[in-house]
């Protein structure tokens, strides 16, 4: 097993429930979006070039994308880059409506993931590892490409994976209660 399918099986564990999915097509993407507008702000020019806290994590979470598999990589890349110049230009605003607003996406987009994890029955996968707040963006893109009809070898690898490690994790709630 791949890093890439282990650290997806490990994501879909928490995420079987399609309308749990559902929530994360609208919740991951507003919470990244949210993320990019708040760091936007943050930065240093250098020999004219803005260099933003924004550009930096995007930055490294396309290098870390781009470890785990060049495709999906390659695709978050271009997701950021054309994501970054809208939430530059909300970073720009006066402060009180950047901050409303970017703040405001933000606690919307927890609204869904929380809505989809009442579906789910389960907590979100973050909360047992940290990793998956990284994963959340990629496991939407992954979900996005099998429901286009791409990669299904490795959405089988996925699910089969993803639905032992929920079995092992029912049985364990079910021991301690």
């Not at 990019?36 to 702000?41: G, H, M, Q």
């Not at 695709?75 to 939430?87: D, G």
Request: hydrophobic share 55%; net charge neutral.
């Amino acid at each position: 097993m791949t890093k890439l399918e282990q650290l997806l099986s490990q994501y879909a564990a928490y995420h079987l429930d399609q309308k749990n999915i559902f929530t994360h097509f609208i919740g991951i993407p507003l919470i990244v979006f949210s993320i990019i507008c708040l760091t936007a702000r943050a930065g240093v020019s250098i020999s004219g070039v803005e260099l933003t806290l924004a550009l930096v994590l995007l930055l490294a979470s396309c290098i870390y994308y781009l470890s785990l598999d060049r495709i999906f990589g390659l695709i978050m890349l271009v997701i950021y880059a054309i994501a970054y110049p809208f939430a530059y230009e909300i970073a720009q605003l006066d402060t009180t409506f950047w901050l409303s607003l970017s703040i405001g996406i933000f606690v919307v987009g927890w609204v869904f993931q929380f809505v989809g994890h009442f579906y789910e029955k389960k907590k979100p996968a973050f909360m047992d590892d940290v990793i998956g707040l990284a994963i959340g963006p990629l496991f939407v893109l992954a979900e996005m490409v099998f429901m286009l009809g791409f990669r299904k070898d490795l959405e089988q690898r996925m699910l089969e994976a993803a639905r032992k490690q929920r079995a092992a994790m029912d049985a364990k709630t079910a021991h301690v209660t």
